[in-house]
Nanobody, 123 residues
Framework: QVQLVESGGGLVQAGASLRLSCAPSGHTFNLYAMGWFRQAPGNEREFVSAIDFSGGRTLYADSVKGRFTISRENAKDMVYLQMNSLKPEDTAVYYC????????????????WGQGTQVTVSS
């Protein structure tokens, strides 16, 4: 069983940056691909970014390419989402998720989920 705890959300103005962190525990972190998803009020949960177990391959939604960067530190059992040039449309609850080995964009592929952290971007 993998437990995931997100942190780093908050209220910022448009154009600002935030870094989200996800701390997995309970299993061998470096065997898991990690993903970030988000859900805005009234919307379905959507893919944001993902990274393979090794960190060698990353995926991004078109809406965040060039602004967000996913990374991981296997030695510290941490995964990060650096979010720059934030826009009001980035406002959502951001969820960390895990699945074995290979990163995908499909929400249904991920086995483990955190509780989420709120990101609010004001205009």
């Amino acid at each position: 069983q993998v437990q995931l705890v997100e942190s780093g959300g908050g209220l910022v103005q448009a154009g600002a940056s935030l870094r989200l962190s996800c701390a997995p525990s309970g299993h061998t972190f470096n065997l898991y691909a990690m993903g970030w998803f988000r859900q805005a009020p009234g919307n379905e949960r959507e893919f944001v970014s993902a990274i393979d177990f090794s960190g060698g391959r990353t995926l991004y939604a078109d809406s965040v390419k060039g602004r967000f960067t996913i990374s991981r530190e296997n030695a510290k059992d941490m995964v990060y989402l650096q979010m720059n040039s934030l826009k009001p449309e980035d406002t959502a609850v951001y969820y960390c998720a895990a699945r074995t080995l290979v990163a995908t964009m499909q929400l249904s592929d991920y086995e483990y989920w955190g509780q989420g952290t709120q990101v609010t971007v004001s205009s």
